[in-house]
C-alpha cells in the first residue's frame, strides 16, 4: 500500500506541478514582452520630446516667411501642446505622431518656395537637428514595432493566448506610416527641366 500512496503522490504532484510550471513560464512570457514593448515606447517617446523641443524654434523661423501655411504651423503647434500635456494614451501618441510627421513634411517641401528662408542659417540648423531627430524615431519605431509584433504573437497563438485573455492583456498597436507618409511630396519645380 506504501508503494501506491507514493506512486499517487507522484502522479498527483505532476497533475499539479508541471500545469503551475507551464502556466508560469507562459506568464512570464508574457510580462517580459510587454515590458520590452512599453520600454521601446518610451524609447519612442523620448525621442518624439526631441522633436517636440525643436517645433517651437521650427515655427518661430518658418513662420515670417510662410503666409500661406499658417494653418500648418497652427496645427503642428495644437499636436504638440497636446502631446506634450501627457495626457495621452500610447495609441493618441502614435496618431499624434503620424499626423505631426505628415505636417512636418509639409513644411518641408513648401520650404522650397522660399529660397530666403531655405538660405537662413537658423533654419538650416534646425533642419539638421530635426532630421537627426527623425532618424532616432525611425530606428526607436523599428525597435518599438519589432517589440510589439512579438508580444502580439504571444497574446494571439496558442496557449499563451489563453493566459493573456485571462489577465487582460491586448494587442498593441504598431507604429506605420500614416496617409501623408505614403504619398510622394510634390513639388512642381523638381519636375520643370527647361
Do not use: C, W
Not at 523620448?46 to 517636440?52: A, E, I, S, Y
Amino acid at each position: 500500500m506504501g508503494a501506491f500512496l507514493t506512486f499517487g503522490l507522484v502522479v498527483v504532484a505532476i497533475v499539479v506541478f508541471i500545469p503551475l510550471i507551464i502556466a508560469a513560464f507562459m506568464y512570464n512570457v508574457l510580462v517580459s514582452r510587454k515590458n520590452r514593448v512599453e520600454n521601446a515606447f518610451a524609447s519612442v517617446d523620448v525621442q518624439l520630446k526631441k522633436r517636440f523641443d525643436l517645433i517651437p524654434n521650427l515655427v518661430a523661423t518658418v513662420k515670417g516667411y510662410m503666409d500661406h501655411e499658417r494653418g500648418v504651423l497652427e496645427e503642428v503647434t495644437n499636436i504638440r501642446a497636446k502631446a506634450i500635456s501627457g495626457n495621452m494614451s500610447a495609441d493618441e501618441k502614435i496618431d499624434a505622431d503620424n499626423r505631426l510627421t505628415g505636417f512636418l513634411r509639409t513644411i518641408m517641401v513648401s520650404v522650397e518656395n522660399y529660397p530666403q528662408l531655405k538660405a537662413n542659417e537658423n533654419f538650416l540648423k534646425l533642419q539638421g537637428a530635426l532630421n537627426e531627430v527623425e532618424e532616432q524615431i525611425s530606428a526607436a519605431r523599428r525597435a518599438y514595432n519589432a517589440s510589439v509584433m512579438s508580444y502580439n504573437n504571444a497574446v494571439e497563438m496558442f496557449p499563451t493566448n489563453i493566459l493573456a485573455s485571462v489577465i487582460g492583456y491586448k494587442r498593441r498597436a504598431s507604429f506605420e506610416a500614416g496617409e501623408a507618409e505614403r504619398q510622394v511630396p510634390e513639388d512642381p519645380k523638381t519636375f520643370n527641366r527647361k
